[in-house]
């Protein structure tokens, strides 16, 4: 079972700053596989990134994805007010399709 | 418009039973593979199953394995989760998700996400 672990649990940061958020896995996950979610409160889920880089449809372009083997990164390049919620990364490879415990992203 | 809407939540007793339903609208459901996920108050997302596009490939969480059964009617648009032997521990929104196709042992990103519905186990 691969066991996701998001760093930091927590991120206070300003509107305008970049933004860089951390997913390692248990073990060597491939990159076709690995995708991030935003979630705001009250609201479902939404998909940003597919395989490990790809930006899911209709997902602006400072929200960018990289990252291989056991360690991801999601990078928010200049924060807008709306970028602030829970952010979740998943593995898809191999059953359970496991997430990660999120990082909450915080206005500071 | 590619909608999913959960229903069938509710409140019961440990040990009971529920039948989780998600309707699909504005896609080819029986062209994709469904998933649920759940999420218990203030916490973070748990897989619990997916289903391919034919019902053949089916997968479970361990934590729900023998307990929750995974289903669809690809003629009614529709995806189920009977959740049977209910504990505290399964109190959660429960969330339908689309992904495109499972390919074992790996399946596809989850696109498309119903708005959820709640069970609370409480005796």
């Known amino acids: 079972e691969v066991v996701l672990t998001q760093s930091p649990g927590t991120l206070s940061l300003s509107p305008g700053e970049r933004a860089a958020l951390s997913c390692r896995a248990s073990?060597?996950?491939?990159?076709?596989?690995l995708a991030w979610y935003q979630q705001k409160p009250g609201q479902a889920p939404r998909l940003l990134i597919h395989?490990?880089?790809i930006r899911a449809t209709g997902i602006p372009d400072r929200f960018s994805g990289s990252g291989s083997g056991t360690d991801f990164i999601l990078t928010i390049s200049r924060l807008e007010p709306e970028d602030f919620a829970v952010y979740y990364c998943?593995?898809?490879?191999?059953?359970?399709?496991?997430f990660g415990q999120g990082t909450k992203l915080e206005i500071k | 418009e590619v909608q999913l809407v959960e229903s069938g939540g509710g409140l019961v007793k440990p040990g009971e039973s529920l039948r989780l339903s998600c309707a699909a609208s504005?896609?080819?459901?029986?062209?994709?593979?469904m998933n649920w996920v759940r999420q218990a108050p203030g916490k973070g997302l748990e897989w619990v199953s997916s289903?391919?596009?034919?019902?053949?490939?089916?997968y479970y969480a361990d934590s729900v394995k023998g307990r929750f059964t995974i289903s669809r009617d690809n003629a009614k648009n529709s995806l189920f989760l009977q959740v049977s032997s209910l504990r505290a521990e399964d109190t959660a929104v429960y969330y339908c998700?689309?992904?495109?196709?499972?390919?074992?042992?790996?399946?596809?990103?989850?696109?498309?996400w119903g708005q959820g519905t709640m069970v609370t186990v409480s005796s």
């Open positions: 073990e060597g996950v491939s990159s076709v596989y």
């Open positions: 504005g896609f080819t459901f029986s062209s994709y593979s």
């Open positions: 998700a689309r992904a495109e196709k499972i390919v074992p042992p790996a399946t596809d990103a989850f696109d498309i």
């Open positions: 998943q593995q898809y490879g191999s059953s359970p399709f496991s």
């Open positions: 395989g490990a880089s």
């Open positions: 289903i391919s596009s034919t019902s053949y490939y089916i």
